[in-house]
């Protein structure tokens, strides 16, 4: 009695510590970033007037948004332990169908808006079939995918071009309480996701990211995973699609690719994991703002604008540091 | 993720808030604060363009009159759009932009235009109509080179016609002005075309092949550097021929030691110099020139000189190694170096001075 009394704190004190020290490591990189986001805001707000006011959040989140966007959907598929390049083709593609279809009239543009965003989803959907079906590397399935939607969008407008209504380009700066409405929309985005990642569905995408195998013993069926993962990313990139029309006012056959790899980039530097299973929306919208600050930052430090990618790829080594290095402990202390 | 994280992370935000701390920023309220926004440098073209850009603001009519910025974005339309975004939110004077895309800056420059902002569009110029556009005048350069070769055949003879890079729509431009002018003479036959692809390796094997295929060839339209042309002359052991081409040094020093007659024609770097000029105009008048587009007539370089009837009046430089054709310079460089109005040195312009 007296021995197991005496035992009892011993155990639980390393217990607690074991708990809260696994807690931080699984967070590890996501605090990372957030620390970045803070450096990089921390010399932006020295430097630069007024960058804690509404309006700079506005223009900022303005600016990330396409990013944002395009990497929720890549942020979905790396979960799942894929990886998605056919957004670019998405990207462009919607941009010239709306650029081109979109008139005056909102009917209009609602439809093809939908229609825009169905095709995404369709296009991704095929994408997780092929991948599922033949048994395809998604890397070179999304290629392949990305390069015929490039070459449509080419031609169906072989240069930049077309145009859309004044009234939609001015979509990101009407403004509700201040906000405007591509902060409205991180809103949502964020609600979506802590909506979206407890759902049976957001589960089993997780469950398949972290252990296709055991996923499948289990009884999810993997091409259905698939289809919706990639689906949902292809949605995602038509919306990247639609709200970058709002930015440029015009389509643009090539304009996809630059979201590609950045959409990766913002995933894995807010701490989503490239083998799946792990991660966090929030971590990506950090990683796409850090990607767009480093642009301001590099304006407002009056330096060659060739530092803003090496500051990338230097924020991008430090996630990936602190992810490996946080896996690397965890591992340790489960041995 | 629990919300634990997220309070921390917040946490961590507003503490950050707290440090920020609001610089104060001196300003001097002579020199007008321009911004040069310029979407890729990687070409010599570019290159040249910024640094006779700096130059023409450190010396010349313009020394200290302009605090000049040059931006240089990653060639994507999104990081210019950032880019233009910061640059309105310094309320700059002017801003000069070679756009990435003619269109997709549109509503970012309008939004320039609103905050009272001059906007100049040059080189690649954009569709927006607040904006000015200053360029070269492209329908004058393959015309005056069309006809200056026409004048050196007598109006009779053989050329090959050189098609740039398939698809892009300067090229088919150029070949289209090259072609409207011909069909004057009717004793001129085209008898053959390439793709130059704007590269010396594509001219010389396109010339060579077709050299090959036609016995008689009697003057070559190129839209490229011209001396692959001339290369591929020599290595067939053929007569040299009057060569048309672009003002790049190469160029006009292969026609000098050749001794085949050339015309160059230009697309100034200085074309910023011009811009940064106009802006001020504007800044120190308040008025716009009357048309939306402004168009530069860059001299042309050439070994044979000639009067234009087409465009009376169009200004031609004779080659003159060490004058205007630099032994002792980078082979991109775009000839003329310097609009008359300042004197930008090759060394300045190729980036090599002292």
Partial sequence: ?335 | MKLHSVLMCAALAVTSLSAGVAPVVAQDKKPYVIYLSNNFVGNDWRQQMQRVAQVSVDKGPLAGRVELHIEVVENTVQAQINSLNNIIREKPDAILVDAASDSALNPTIKRACDAGIVVISFDQVVTEPCALTLASNWERIPAVMAEWMAVQLGGKGNVLIDRGLAGAPISAQLQEGYEKVLKDYPDIKVVGYYNGDYALGPEQSGVASLLAANPQVDGILTQGYGSGAIQALKDAGRPMVPVVGFSYNVAALTCAESGAKCILGSNPAYLSSEAIKLAVEILDTGKRPESRSVEIEGDFVTTTPFESKLFPGTKMQTIEVGVNAFPDQPPGLTLPITPDWVEITAAEAAGVAQ
């Fill in chain 1, 1 to 335: 009695m007296s021995v197991s009394v005496a035992e009892r704190p011993a155990e639980t004190e390393p217990a607690r510590h074991l708990a809260w020290r696994g807690w931080l490591l699984d967070r590890a990189p996501f605090l990372v970033a957030c620390l970045m986001l803070l450096v990089v805001v921390a010399i932006y707000g020295a430097l630069q007037k007024g960058v804690f006011t509404l309006d700079e959040i506005n223009l900022d989140t303005a600016a990330a948004m396409t990013l944002i966007l395009a990497a929720t959907g890549q942020t979905i598929v790396l979960i799942r332990g894929g990886i998605d390049l056919s957004i670019g083709g998405v990207i462009s593609l919607g941009t010239v169908i709306a650029a081109t279809q979109f008139s005056d009239d909102p009917l209009t543009v609602v439809m093809w808006s939908a229609l825009i965003l169905a095709i995404g989803f369709a296009v991704g959907a095929l994408n997780g079939l092929l991948i599922s079906a033949l048994k395809l590397q998604p890397f070179l399935v999304t290629l392949a995918s990305w390069s015929i939607l490039n070459g449509i969008a080419m031609l169906i407008l072989p240069t930049d071009g077309g145009g859309v209504p004044g009234w939609w380009i001015g979509f990101s700066y009407n403004q509700i309480l201040g906000l405007a409405s591509p902060v409205w929309m991180l809103i949502g985005l964020i609600i979506f996701w802590y909506w979206f990642r407890a759902t049976r569905l957001g589960i089993t995408i997780q469950a398949t990211g972290s252990n296709e195998k055991s996923a499948f013993l289990s009884g999810v069926s993997i091409a259905r995973i698939n289809v919706v993962t990639y689906g949902l990313s292809g949605l995602f990139a038509a919306a990247a699609a639609l709200y970058l029309t709002t930015q440029t006012g015009a389509g643009s056959p090539t304009i996809g690719k630059d979201y590609i790899l950045p959409s990766v980039a913002a995933a894995v530097i807010g701490g989503v994991s490239l083998f799946g299973g792990r991660g966090h929306l929030l971590g990506t919208v950090i990683g796409a703002l850090i990607l767009t600050l480093i642009g301001n930052l590099v304006f407002v430090l009056r330096v060659s604008s060739y530092w803003q990618p090496v500051m990338s790829g230097v924020i991008l080594l430090v996630a990936v540091l602190a992810s490996s290095l946080a896996e690397k402990t965890a591992r340790g202390q489960e041995q």
